[in-house]
Structures are given as C-alpha cells and as structure tokens.
C-alpha cells in the first residue's frame, strides 16, 4: 500500500477515536405529555397516606390510600419547604374501579415503577 494511503487511513482512524472521559452522557429523551397519558405506577409502601387537592400537607383531603394499593403517575412535580425541597406526584387512584380518587400525594411515600405489572408484583410482594 502506498505510503499516502496508509497515512491517510491513519488520521482517520486517529480522528474518531476520543480521549478517555471525553465522552458525554447519554440523556434520555423528554417524554412529551401527548406520547403517554401517565408517567408510570406507584405502590404505596406505608400503612397509608393522604390524597390531597394541592401538593402541600396543609390541603384539604378527598380520600385516604393504604399500603400496597397501586396508583397512575400523570405528574411529577418538586415542591420547596423550609427543609428543602420534595417531589409530589399527581396519581390516579382506583384507576379501574368506580371509586376513582385523583389528586396529589408525597413521592417519597411510593415505590416507582416503569409498567404496571412491575407495580403489582411489588404490591403483593408487601407485607401487610
């Protein structure tokens, strides 16, 4: 192979290559609200916790959900505190039965998953 060649396979083959820790980090896509109805599924993990009409513990409460019940993400949303600050989520409870109970609850008090049947293994797999 001529000379000219080889050095011209070789910048370009130099040229792609990137130093260690130059990489960047892949960042997911956002999901746009029109791609999906909800953000995912929660499982409550304490003996039970309120629904509220506002993201803040000082709103009145449409209803109560208890451990294992399983609840509809539609929004996340962080929340400042004089602690710092918290992320509520705006769930669906009751998402298949009459007695359907939308509002806001403390994230913290919920395991996220990506998928419903994820959420109802979890639930059964609490202790009651």
């Known amino acids: 192979m001529p000379p000219i060649l080889t050095i011209f396979f070789l910048v370009f083959a130099l040229a792609g290559c990137n130093a260690p820790g130059e990489e960047e980090p892949l960042i997911p896509p956002p ?3 029109l791609v999906r109805e909800f953000i995912g599924y929660g499982v409550v993990r304490v003996s039970f916790t ?3 009409n506002e993201p ?3 709103d009145n409460s449409p209803g109560f959900i208890r451990q294992g019940d399983i609840v509809r993400i539609i929004e996340r949303q962080p929340v400042m505190t004089r602690s710092g600050s918290e992320f509520w989520v705006y769930a669906e409870a009751n998402y298949n039965g009459e007695n359907s ?3 806001w609850i403390q994230e913290d008090v919920l395991d996220v998953f ?3 049947s994820q959420a109802i293994t ?3 797999n609490l202790s009651p």
């Open 50 to 52: 309120r629904v509220l």
């Open 56 to 58: 803040t513990d000082q």
């Open 31 to 33: 999901s746009h609200p």
């Open 114 to 116: 990506d998928n419903e």
């Open 122 to 124: 979890a639930s059964r």
């Open 101 to 103: 109970i939308q509002g």
